[in-house]
């Protein structure tokens, strides 16, 4: 398996453009995680999945972030509309119950 | 919360010297899982030791796990600069059914 794979590696954008971040977990993997990371708020989860379908949001800042799992292979994190205090570096993670999760290399988002 | 914390917040050593990093703990729990992050990457996993084991190791690594103090402990010997990163710990519960969350870390400066 390649790994948790995340697209893009990095993205660019103005404020009120909307932003989608993709990820594809490890196949076989029961949980998938969404954090976010930034030099203040260190790394924070976001929302996570089991088995398709999200157990918790309570991370998620505002109503202008929302996530999807449509199948166990793609999850989708969208943020609309953009603002600067998104910028941060946006991680997925995936891994079987009770076991080490495995990361993506990040996408790091920057709206200007 | 099953969010792990990590002592000290920093740490510089020299070249060759062991750098012990602390975690604690708040709940009951499955296994304790140590992840590395080099500068603006994913974190890696380095080692999970549960909750019925009390000492791990993995090459120049050694996991301990206190369980009555809920504490863990990650001792790297004869440090490398390349060990310079941050070092996080995560707790999942017996459920299973937890997220890994956590703590803001022990930056690691290995001085060549």
């Known amino acids: 398996d390649a790994g948790v794979i995340q697209s893009p590696r990095h993205e660019v954008t103005e404020m009120g453009q909307e932003v989608t971040l993709r990820c594809k977990p490890i196949?076989?993997?029961?949980?998938l995680f969404w954090y976010r990371q930034t030099m203040m708020r260190g790394l924070e989860l976001l929302i996570y999945?089991?088995?398709?379908?999200?157990?918790?949001d309570s991370g998620m800042p505002e109503d202008r972030f929302s996530a999807k799992m449509p199948n166990a292979s793609f999850s989708t994190l969208k943020i609309q509309p953009s603002e600067p205090r998104d910028s941060a570096v946006y991680f997925c993670?995936?891994?079987?119950?009770?076991?080490?999760?495995?990361f993506g290399q990040g996408t790091r988002l920057t709206v200007v | 919360s099953q969010q792990g914390e990590e002592d000290p917040q920093a740490l510089s050593i020299q070249e060759g010297e062991n750098a012990t990093m602390n975690c604690s703990y708040k709940?009951?729990?499955?296994?304790l899982q140590w992840y590395r992050q080099n500068s603006g990457r994913g974190l890696v996993h380095l080692i999970l030791i549960r909750s019925n084991e009390r000492e791990k190791h993995s090459g120049r690594l050694r996991v301990t796990l206190d369980t009555s103090k809920k504490s863990s402990s990650l001792l790297i010997t004869a440090s490398r600069a390349a060990d310079t990163a941050s070092y996080f710990c995560?707790?999942?519960?017996?459920?299973?059914?937890?997220?890994?969350?956590f703590g803001k870390g022990t930056r690691l400066s290995v001085i060549a």
């Open positions: 995560a707790t999942v519960l017996n459920s299973g059914n937890t997220p890994l969350v």
């Open positions: 196949s076989g993997h029961d949980y």
């Open positions: 709940t009951s729990i499955n296994n």
């Open positions: 993670a995936s891994r079987p119950i009770r076991e080490a999760a495995f």
């Open positions: 999945f089991n088995n398709n379908v999200p157990i918790d």
